[in-house]
């Protein structure tokens, strides 16, 4: 079956950074966008940011832009999402998600087929 797994939280102090990697397993890597949504306690699921089946496309919410970079190494089966410059606003519970929609950029969590379990990433002022 499709697993993913994050990894790569943490707690860190407010201007700090943290990478996030999420493998994928079951599934056909590199026919799939991928995508980095958060939720934070009594919030809903907001998107973060996605990335194209090559790699050369990517989107961003305007929160994170210019402080996030997502990538993704098709051969690992990995997609990664760099956090610099972390704020205590940027607290939330990570997951990465798989989709076969095929426009890009797709921002919506409903569009997406595959979710991991999630990964905690706690900044501190």
């Not at 026919?31 to 194209?52: C, H, L, S």
């Amino acid at each position: 079956q499709v697993q993913l797994v994050e990894s790569g939280g943490g707690s860190v102090q407010a201007g700090g950074s943290l990478r996030l990697s999420c493998v994928a397993s079951g599934l056909t890597f590199s026919g799939y966008a991928m995508g980095w949504f958060r939720q934070a306690p009594g919030k809903e699921r907001d998107f973060v940011a996605t990335i194209n089946w090559s790699g050369g496309s990517t989107s961003y919410a305007d929160s994170v832009k210019g402080r996030f970079t997502i990538s993704r190494d098709n051969a690992k089966n990995t997609v990664y999402l760099q956090m610099n410059n972390l704020v205590p606003e940027d607290t939330a519970v990570y997951y990465c998600a798989a989709t076969k929609v095929s426009l890009f950029p797709v921002r919506g969590p409903n569009a997406y087929d595959y979710w991991g379990q999630g990964t905690q990433v706690t900044v501190s002022s």
